[in-house]
């Protein structure tokens, strides 16, 4: 058996002859595998995350001495989609997995449906059994078009080889246009192995498929003179706005009229917290003047957000004083949580700049008073000691450190939400997290997509030492492509958020929430794959420890960060309650 | 959308125009069943044009969500175009046949009504009639309670089919 001699011998562009070039002249047909490769490279695909297996073999195989693109070796599919995922965030482009049939297919599942939910473009291609067995529950056969169907923009499966290059145009076209989000292409193996066409034609034409992107101009119009004459407006700037790459436009926008900026989960980095105008994050862990802001508006624009519930809180307390603007490219968003007087359906990068030509700046000193006092009065708390590391302070060293400028990657839970507060986001695609499904076990996988997509930024993973164990595999691929990724382990030995909330409203029965002495050695673990580990367990050895990580340029990093392993997340918007009724302490909550 | 306010629902007939497959079909009414949307019927047949298939859907809602549910089948990639016909004049029937028993009232009576609906006889035994009618389901639904009485053996019912009228004036030839 011939060996490629390591799985990563794909980054460094082996000496074999290109594909074209090994007796397959381009009059000759290519197999489906061929093609596969072909019309990637054809598309601009620089990297492709993926796992061999039976089905995908002739892909493998193609792959061996094809180096046109760089294949990511990762060690479990589920970390392959995120990491496209993470990649894909990072950059605007989309992001590619490869699988092969049957569990490599169902392990992609959850990574595709944080893609969907967060408007992620991917392209994920599977491997299926041959066309002839397909139903008769062959080996490795699962009908992955129909498990991935909701969790889907669109989803094919291939059954004649001269339609697969259209297919995986058609494919990207989608998963990139109007609302981003992920397809699935299922590869049967013949398909693979069977000669067909590859034309090289370009041009894409869907009639289904027309995102309306202008914006209604009597309706940008309305939205202008709604505007100017608000005395309390409030724009409320989601994941759209960053997907739609919107930043610029929306800044200018907020900076000249003087209007002040809320930012979702997602939308962090679509406005710099650095301007006066930000009042940071709003919602369920929201800053306290975002929430009182959005309940007193009279005018609120939205820009690509989508009224989750994790941000409008008790929905009949939520902006009861409001008019409502909402810019969305995706009909069915507006309208669906909350009602809207002034729908706009468009991409935002071009209704903002619409509405900016014909609004001038309304009268807000009032507005900015109160906002003022809001901000005086309830500032983040950001607790300190000498003698241990509270997580708040954690995140603000983070920050620091890495002068706002790192590329912030996430888990879910505690963590996440003092990330979301705590880092000082200036920059746009420069926050990834997993929004809408809150994917535990997300953040370290997606770090390392987003540090192979920009290897010229620091990427730091903050994360919890929950999910990090769900994926920690992935150190392997980390050491093996020498991937600096600075993880920042926000370790409290448990399951932060879920005890936070039996804590308070499950009368503090930690139940299967904290880890205690059970937590593997974080720091062995890092040094067994061939990372560094370090520990930190007072600010000064943070600070002493962050210093050095961020000195190692060749692989990745992992500190142990042992943080108070009972500090609670604040201010917090209790489930079933409206934003203005949010919680500052332990002592509030309790009352 | 979980919003059932059941005062404001009303009956609504959209009609779906979309590529011949059956990811479509199934994408289509995994919308239903998994946003929770009502669905009283559903039907999924060949358009004279190749490769296309028009489907009629029946659904409950307030004009809110039957928004909601025309935006969400118009996200569906394949979907060329949807209309509601609910405001809109239009032809719509159903077909439906019956099989009802005469041990009761007799032949003749069952015939007289179902003469009156325009039914026809397609198949007669010793105790039961079948009878076969088109009509909106109004219509249908009228027949079958007349019916009910003497005895209902068995019935399959097409759910409707509609397209919009092209005189949107006031006659209306049922």
């Known amino acids: ?591 | 959308m979980s919003n059932h306010s059941v005062s404001n629902d009303s009956r609504h007939t959209l009609t779906v125009l979309v590529k011949h497959n059956l990811n479509t079909l199934s994408r289509i009414l995994g919308i239903f069943s998994g946003k929770g949307f009502e669905l009283e019927s559903v039907t999924f047949a060949s358009e004279a044009e190749q490769g296309m298939a028009r489907i009629t859907i029946t659904t409950y809602g307030d004009e809110t969500t039957v928004e909601q549910i025309t935006k969400h089948l118009h996200n569906v990639v394949d979907v060329l175009k949807v209309t509601d016909l609910t405001h809109k004049k239009c032809i719509e029937r159903e077909l439906a046949i019956v099989k009802v028993s005469t041990a009761k009232a007799g032949r003749p009576e069952i015939m007289l009504i179902a003469q009156a609906f325009k039914a026809k006889v397609i198949d007669i035994t010793d105790d039961k009639l079948a009878l076969e009618v088109t009509g909106n389901t109004d219509k249908v639904d009228a027949m079958i309670a007349v019916l009910k009485p003497y005895g209902i053996a068995e019935m399959s019912r097409t759910g409707s089919i509609a397209l919009k009228r092209e005189f949107q004036g006031a006659v209306n030839i049922n």
């Open chain 1, 1 to 591: 058996m011939t060996s490629n001699h390591s799985t990563s011998s794909a980054n460094t562009k082996a000496q074999q002859p290109s594909l074209i070039t090994v007796g397959k002249p381009q009059s000759q047909p290519h197999n489906g595998a061929e093609i596969l490769i072909k019309t990637l490279t054809d598309l601009g695909v620089d990297t492709l995350f993926g796992y061999p297996g039976g089905a995908v073999l002739p892909v493998y195989d193609t792959l061996f001495d094809n180096h046109d693109l760089n294949h990511v070796m990762i060690r479990h599919e589920q970390a392959g989609t995120h990491a496209a995922d993470g990649y894909a965030r990072a950059t605007g482009k989309p992001g590619v997995v490869l699988a092969t049939s049957g569990p490599g297919g169902t392990n992609t599942v959850t990574g595709i449906a944080t893609a969907m939910m967060d408007s992620i473009p991917l392209v994920v291609f599977t491997g299926q059994v041959p066309t002839g067995v397909i139903g008769n529950d062959a080996f490795q056969e699962a009908d992955i078009v129909g498990i991935t169907r909701p969790i889907t923009k669109q989803n094919y499966l291939v059954r004649d080889v001269d339609e697969l290059e259209h297919v995986i145009r058609e494919a990207f076209h989608i998963a990139t246009n109007g609302r981003p989000g992920p397809v699935l292409i299922d590869l049967p193996k013949d398909m693979l192995n069977t000669k067909g066409r590859f034309s090289g034609m370009k041009k894409v034409d869907i009639p289904s498929f027309k995102p309306h992107t202008a914006g209604h101009q009597p309706q940008i119009a309305k939205a202008a003179e709604m505007l100017t004459h608000a005395k309390k407006p409030l724009i409320y700037a989601g994941g759209g706005a960053i997907l739609g790459e919107a930043w610029e436009e929306l800044t200018r926008f907020a900076e000249r009229m003087n209007i002040p900026v809320t930012t979702t989960l997602m939308g962090l980095g679509a406005f710099p917290e650095s301007k006066p105008q930000s009042l940071g994050m709003l919602g369920m862990h929201g800053t306290w003047t975002a929430n009182m802001a959005i309940t007193e508006c009279d005018v609120l624009l939205a820009v690509g957000a989508r009224f989750d519930d994790r941000v409008t809180g008790r929905l009949d307390g939520f902006s009861q004083k409001s008019r409502k603007i909402h810019i969305d490219i995706d009909p069915s968003s507006i309208g669906k949580n909350v009602a809207v007087e002034l729908p706009i359906v468009g991409d935002v990068k071009r209704v903002i700049p619409a509405i900016d030509k014909l609004a001038s700046p309304p009268d807000t000193s009032e507005w900015w008073d109160t906002i003022h006092t809001w901000q005086r009065e309830h500032p983040l708390n950001v607790p300190k000691a000498d003698d241990r590391i509270y997580p708040q302070h954690m995140v603000k060293m983070i920050s620091e450190v890495t002068g706002g400028n790192a590329i912030v990657v996430t888990d879910v839970g505690q963590h996440q939400m003092w990330a979301a507060q705590h880092y000082r986001f200036n920059h746009p695609r420069s926050w990834i997290s997993s929004g809408g499904l809150g994917t535990m076990g997300f953040g370290f996988p997606a770090a390392l997509g987003a540090a192979l997509a920009c290897p010229d930024r620091e990427v730091v993973c903050i994360t919890g030492d929950g999910g990090f164990q769900m994926l920690s595999c992935e150190l392997a691929t980390a050491v093996e492509y020498n991937i600096p990724v600075k993880i920042a382990l926000m370790n409290n030995n448990c399951l932060g958020m879920v005890r936070q909330w039996q804590q308070l409203f499950y009368e503090n029965r930690t139940s299967y929430s904290v880890f205690g002495s059970n937590n593997p050695d974080f720091v062995k673990m890092a040094e067994c794959y061939g990372a560094v580990g370090m520990r930190a367990t007072t600010p000064a050895e943070m600070k002493q420890v962050l210093s050095e990580a961020m000195k190692i340029k060749n692989k990745p990093v992992l500190m142990d960060l042992r943080v108070v392993e009972t500090e609670n997340c604040y201010p917090m918007v209790p489930a079933g309650a409206a934003l203005d009724e949010m919680v500052e302490s332990d002592e509030e909550c309790s009352k």
